[in-house]
């Protein structure tokens, strides 16, 4: 469901700027970054928690320590673009570990994921064992990443200033 756009102080932008740096600063330090005292900050972190703009906090971890060398962009199209042959596909795909990312797309395909494995063996099984056993699916295309430009999870906080 889509959210009504909030509006933020200068503060609050600060505090996100700040946490989306850094999510395991302290709540002294993070107060003094802003400008604020320790319990009008902690308040208003509890507030944007209770609001839902920030939705939780987590560790980024890389990858590449993990042995998932393969970053694949995999584009699906589907045999009808309904009601139910959506939700199949979603139900399907919702709790693949190895599938990032999910959109819905415009354009030439239905679905846009990003999948990350550890060799091309490991993403040949889940295109066989996966992705082309779900019913609804008509057409798969992969791109894979050769290498990572640019990765953030920081979202842009500009357009909310003045």
């Known amino acids: 469901m889509p959210r009504t756009r909030q509006s933020f102080d200068s503060t609050s932008i600060r505090i996100l700027d700040t946490l989306?740096?850094?999510?395991?600063?302290?709540?002294?330090?993070?107060?003094?970054?802003v400008g604020l005292s320790p319990s009008p900050c902690w308040r208003r972190v509890a507030d944007l928690k209770a609001q839902g703009v920030i939705r939780g906090s987590v560790a980024l971890v890389d990858p590449?320590?993990?042995?998932?060398?393969?970053?694949?962009?995999?584009h699906v199209s589907l045999k009808h673009q309904d009601?139910?042959?959506l939700e199949i596909f979603d139900t399907a795909i919702r709790e693949r570990p190895e599938i990032m990312e999910c959109y819905l797309m415009s354009g030439?395909?239905?679905y846009l994921l990003r999948v990350v494995v550890e060799d091309l063996i490991k993403f040949q099984e889940f295109i066989t064992e996966v992705l082309t056993r779900i019913p609804v699916v008509a057409n798969i295309r992969?791109?894979?990443?050769?290498?990572?430009?640019?990765?953030?999870?920081?979202?842009p906080t500009g357009h909310l200033k003045g």
Do not use: H, P, R
């Open 108 to 110: 030439e395909s239905d």
């Open 142 to 155: 992969s791109s894979f990443a050769l290498s990572q430009v640019k990765y953030t999870t920081a979202l």
């Open 64 to 74: 590449l320590a993990l042995g998932l060398a393969v970053n694949v962009f995999v």
């Open 20 to 33: 989306q740096a850094d999510s395991e600063i302290s709540n002294a330090d993070l107060a003094d970054a």
């Open 83 to 85: 009601k139910q042959s």
